[in-house]
């Protein structure tokens, strides 16, 4: 179909202008370090296979029945801070890693690669910490943490990777045309999650400074990472936005939605991540006005991307038909699934109130659509990194497996949540009183089997993919 053609060729959709409806698509230039970009992508694949395992030992220790087997009290709380880091942390620090990488000019070589060594070494050490007996888990927002040895090591070393990243990302960000086309968006976009990040990261350093001593554990690791922990929402946020365009127009979709709206819309979500500082210098890290500061900006600056952007999205997609083009069907279906979880942790986040597993459901819903639109855009670039084309029903199938198994997921814990049932509690500690209680909770642990299967689906398409010969991935490329 002619729109697909002029996605791919990155020329405009038929029937429409350049200046109205430019596809939002993104070419790999020909002097791109390609063997960087599959490093990180093979770090996030690696960071996926490690948290698969603790998620399975996760869920088990949740769900009614089984988690009796268990030692749950202690288990559950390291199997929870291990899972998380790998699965959103290292996970998006690396495809953000992959996309930057792919982005960028021919600059500063030697600290990509510097940068990939020692995130592949912090994540190693995440990976074991566990195993070495060292660390009291303390389960803060943002980043849980094993308060002790190993883990806080490679906490450390990611946190000199990332740090070493965007400071590569920054020397080598491409400049941007006057055109102001949908590539100039995107390019825009992965420049804006760059700076994000930079954001973050100083305000990481500006808390580990701040943050008065001789606080008990959970409140100084609070403390700690609250402010840079909202601030990397808008990285993830971007990076996401940068997903819904690309993977839209691959798949032919017309977005009705001019590509300067569009940066316009991006650079609010930018501008906002900058109150960022201001809560450093208005209050003092320890106050709830701080923690409002960095609240309220993420809400506001979020929601003014997120909403037009994905109405516009929506509308592509319905009038849209689809793509005959191999491997499309696993991208739309991960476009859509993406939007859907996403939009489902936005509702839920509205309506929490109380410290209960509503607020793992609102969350979980957010991040799950990031991941999915990562997802989709590894299906997406790997025939463009030289590799086989993800086809056939276990590709086509995945995004939309592990999409229904999370939203099973976070509907348990809503449920669960309006009878009360406590966060970051386990087994005896949870106390499901009712049917009803036990009823939610199992509909969690079904929800979370399923998406665990869909996780380790996405590996083995990936997996199989990577290890295509290279003359079966070169018919593949697009």
Partial sequence: MSGVSAAQDGGPVAGTTASSRSPYTLAIAADTDRSLVRGWLWLGLLALIVSGVYSILLVASRTPGINAMLPVEDFFRVALVVH??????????????????????????????????????????????????????????????????????????????AALLVLRSLIAAPALGMAFDGSDVLRFGLNASVIATAVALLAFAASLWLTPGGLDSQTYYEIAFWGGGHALQFTWTLLMLVAWLWLASEIGARIPLSPRIALLLLMLALVSVFVTPWAYLAHDVSTVEHRDLHTWAMRLGGGISIVPIGLAVVIGLV?????????????????????????????????????????PAHYHGCIVGVTLALMGLVYLLLPKLGYRTPQGRMARWQPSLYGAGQLMHIIGLVWS?????????????????????????????????????????????????????????KEGQS
């Avoid at 942390?89 to 600290?111: E, I, Y």
């Avoid at 499309?328 to 939007?339: E, G, P, T």
């Avoid at 049917?435 to 997996?463: N, P, R, T």
Wanted: charge should be positive; aromatic fraction near 8%.
């Fill in 417 to 473: 949540g309006g009878y009360g049932v406590q966060r970051k509690v386990a087994g005896a500690e949870q106390i499901l009183r009712s049917k009803a209680e036990i009823a939610g909770m199992g509909l969690m642990g079904m929800g979370g089997l399923i998406a665990i299967i869909g996780g380790l689906l996405f590996v083995i398409v990936v997996w199989k993919a990577l290890r295509a010969p290279q003359s079966v991935a």
């Fill in 319 to 359: 009038g849209s038909r689809r793509s005959p083009q191999p491997g499309h069907d696993a991208l739309r279906a991960a476009l859509i699934a993406s939007m859907i979880l996403f939009a489902s942790g936005g509702i839920i986040g509205i309506f929490i109130s109380g410290s209960n597993v509503r607020i």
């Fill in 84 to 161: 998380v880091d790998l699965s959103v942390l290292v996970w998006f620090l690396a495809l953000a890693g992959m996309l930057w990488s792919l982005s960028s000019r021919p600059r500063a070589p030697a600290l990509g690669w510097l940068a990939l060594a020692l995130a592949c070494a912090g994540t190693a050490m995440l990976g074991i910490a566990p195993f070495t007996g060292s660390g009291l888990p303390i389960m803060a927002n943002y980043i849980p943490v094993l308060d002790g040895g190993m883990f806080l090591y490679g906490l450390a070393v990611l946190g000199v990777a």
